[in-house]
């Protein structure tokens, strides 16, 4: 039997690696956490966690209001952070946001510690910076959002993973599906997208015969899929009485709100039974967002796309290095386990890759935080790219140590052009073309010669360290513009920069960095909502305990539920479809003392609210027109209707 290899370890690295490393977390949490208090989420998932950090039944099902009578329109694991940390330090922008960061530090160090264990401490710096820098994430990181949960969630699923192919051990595999499952609660179907690439990969990996590794391979499957899955089965052997009405299902089955409304009916509409029409609620983030091409979008690019060059080197590096027939004939039995890891390793981040991407191309895209599903593939294999290239630097063969060089080049023209296409401020334009330029010339100089020698060492080290930060300048610097408080995305949408927009001129606006707000900052709402409040505390709404008022329209209750944590009943869910109550229900909430009733404009006929008000006695106390606006989010300043997305009215009354 083999022994046990000792794992590497950042703290068993040389002092230089370490403090590049921890120089390399600082610099992300500052890009995190300059603008933290501004940046707000969608007003309907600020309400959930506000309602989640009050109660603790609120809290277990995932509930949109205080007092749990529906669900969010998805599994809720992103906003249990979320909840916990404004549970600990009150309602805020930043308390929201808070979680996010350090979802966001544990990517980077993840990351890192992949790439040491797999490409040597040259891999993990790069795979650390590679991370750090990615423009989607410096934004998303910043900002209460889910894909931050599934995108660090699965990260630790591959690190353990890792592990797993390393050790020989079995019990890592149940910690990687665990994490799987933690992603799968954070953004459902969109964790198993590494599923496929673990699987192959752990066949991949050398050791045992083949019915061990596919008992290894079940473990980590049954692993994830208990973790996913745990949730929606408790969820689903509470009695309908006792819990939240599912939003996104029409029949209170999360099981369809999953797998339908989230899941297949994104790719084939309505497939689903009892889930609700897809495509209602959400807002497509511009650009060729249909396009099966839309990953080379120069709108996507500059999010996601500034690392494509060096993935591309890294695919063929590795192929080169341990698919080619040479590499496969290790007589060593403990260089042959290293090697199957290594070559797994590799899989994973390709399949991973590929399967990504490829959903991404299918599918919709309803906000740009989607493309951090590809974030730690590309990092990763970037550091492939950079650490094969320094490797080759001292080859005997002229072609080998071209490959630092070229690979750079590449990587800094392909950085150049998306900063010419995404509008790159001068400031910061001017300093990456000045990075490239030297380490262009110092990856030429510094693979000139085959060995390092003598006193020259230090120098030839430090010319190749200047072609690697050469490879990251790109992303580094465009993401930098987070510093500027109107380049930094948003709770709704993450990007860095200003999104071109259809028909409009190109942006030119100069880069104002802001002063840093880390601390404060509250949830949005418009002065027809204070108004509204004003008027439902004026007639009586919310005394002895109840319900603030009974509404059809979570546009309408989101804002005030996050401004005062006070319940406000609330029918439709976020697709306005979902019938959390009947005529009859809301009719018996009215008669049990909940007498005020906020009515969006143009409710159809059978709106069950609708039917309750005008099946009892009651009275306009005033209306709020569309042109008015309404409810707001920290980014809108309308009330939004959510299947049409337009502007709505309200109108508010009281019954008997």
Known sequence: MLDTPALSRWWREPWGARITLALILVASAVLTVWNLARGGDFAFYEASARSMSQSWRALLFGAFDPAATVTLDKLSGFAVPQALSVRLFGMSTSALALPQVVEGLVTVWACALIGLRWLGRTGGLVAAAAAASTPIFVSMFAHPMEDGLLT???????????????????????????????????????????????????????GGSWARRAGRAAILLASSVAASLSWMLAMQLVPAASRPFVDGSTDNDVFAMVFGYNGIDRLFPNAVAGAVHSGGGGTSSGGSSDAALK????????????????????????LWRWWRPAAQRDTD??????????RAMFSVAVIWLITGAGVLSAARMPHTAYLSAIGVQLALLSALAASEAVRLRASERAVERAVLPVLVIAQGGWALALAWWGHLPLPLALPLAVVILIGVVAALWGSRARTMRGGRTGVRAALVAAGVVAI??????????????????????????IKPVAGAPSATRALSVSAPQVWGGSPGITPPLIELLGAVRAAGGGADGRPLFLTDAWSVAAPIINSTGQEVLTDGGYSGQAAVFTADQARTEI??????????????????????????????????????GGASSSSSSHTHDAASGSAVGFTLYSCS
């Open 152 to 206: 660090m969630a699965l990260a630790v699923a591959v690190l353990w993973w890792q592990r797993a192919m390393l050790t020989a051990r079995w019990w890592p595999l149940l910690v990687a599906g665990a994490f799987v499952g933690v992603g799968f609660q954070a953004k459902m179907l969109q964790a198993w997208f590494v599923l496929p690439a673990l699987l192959v990969g752990t066949f991949v990996a050398a």
């Open 591 to 628: 008669a049990d003392g909940v007498h005020l009733v906020v009515v969006k404009d143009h409710a159809p006929k059978t709106d069950p609210v609708w039917i309750a008000v005008r099946a009892s006695t009651c009275s306009t106390l005033r209306s709020w027109p569309s042109t008015t």
């Open 472 to 497: 990251v300048a790109g992303p580094a610097l465009f993401s930098a513009q987070v510093l500027d408080s109107s380049r930094d995305g948003s709770g709704g949408d993450a990007y860095v920069g």
């Open 295 to 318: 990953l080379l979008d120069p709108m996507y690019l500059t999010q996601i796309g500034w690392l494509y060059p060096a993935a591309l080197f890294a695919i063929g590096l590795g």
């Open 333 to 342: 039995a403990q260089g042959a386990a290293s090697t199957g890891a290594h």
